[in-house]
């Protein structure tokens, strides 16, 4: 891999960590009470809405693997070239499917996350579910800047397993794939 290439794949790496647990922190961290009665408190709070735990855990999780990930890339700089070829294709598709499944579960559990968000936004009358936003404005609006933070971490995920398709795909290809030509 090129000098680029694992420079450019440690900087998305660790700006999908970020990312990943600043989204699992806004979640799991908002809560808002409001006083209904004089002495009744309502307490709203993330494991409200069913999908917002799931979120968590899996930001979590994903975020656990980009910093395994993120060690291998560090480890693999430093045996550059002694690895078999058959071996390092292999590891490379196990990289590459992990990849994209860690962009399709985070993109998955976001948007979940937000169809159920909307529900709070909007209640539903045919369910007789009342407006939990219209109550606890900066808890829902807090779980609009971590739903935020998702998206743009599956953006980051997106680029990630991109990088990871031409790291896998340059090993079935001639040696001079996506070089420029020199001048002479």
Known sequence: MGYWAEKTEAFLRVSAILLLVLTACLVAMDTQTKLIMYTYAKKATFRDLK???VLVYIDGVVAGYNLLQLSRCSVSACYKGEMQS????NLSWVHFLLDQVAVYVVFATTAAATQASLLAVTGSKA???MKLCGRYTRFCV????ALLCGYVACIVLVLTS???AYNLFRLYSPTK????KSKQ
Do not use: E, Y
């Open 51 to 53: 999908a917002l735990p």
């Open 162 to 164: 991109f990088l990871s």
């Open 142 to 145: 807090q779980i609009g800047g």
């Open 127 to 129: 369910m007789q579910w």
């Open 86 to 89: 058959p071996l390092l294709k």
């Open 177 to 180: 794939f996506m070089q420029l």
